[in-house]
């Protein structure tokens, strides 16, 4: 396991943006799948794979390489290291990033939904507010450990797999009009 981690770590140093937008696609995908088959119930035959496909865009194209840009500019201009560090990079984050990142994600989503400018104006006035809110019982406080202790290489992979149960709970409240749609037309 030790030459695995060797790996990882010698391809994170060569491919910093590139890594972590892999793993933030497989973790929103793993996170998309956890949310079909485990909160929507889903049989495998109606698993939305196409579904799956698009969280994991989202995170490769979107998530991680903005994610890991926000974390080096943080980085770069507050600091690195120390407990008052720690703390203007959560209220950085959490101030100007998660209000901003939640609203590309939903937009994103929405796109990939195929929803129109005025369904996605739909979709962000319907689930921004709660979304925003559950964020704020989540990440202050997952991101003052990742400030606080976990190198900056490996912050968006500690972010990610913290938000694998996120990216479940994203991706339920956003598809909750499609499956209800589905329901109701088997019926």
Known sequence: MSGFF??????????PLGLQALQAGALMAVGDQMAQNLVENRSFNDLDFMRTAKFYAIGFFIGGPSTRTWYGVLDKYIGSKGTVVALKKVAFDQLLFAPTFIVVL????????GNDINGIKTKLSNEYKDILINNYKLWPMVQLVNFTFVPLHYQVLFVQSVAVFWNTYVSFRTNRGALHKKN????
């Open 106 to 113: 939903l937009s994103s989503i929405g796109l990939m939904q």
């Open 184 to 187: 109701n037309t088997t019926q």
């Open 6 to 15: 060797k790996f990882y770590k010698q391809l994170l140093v060569k491919y």
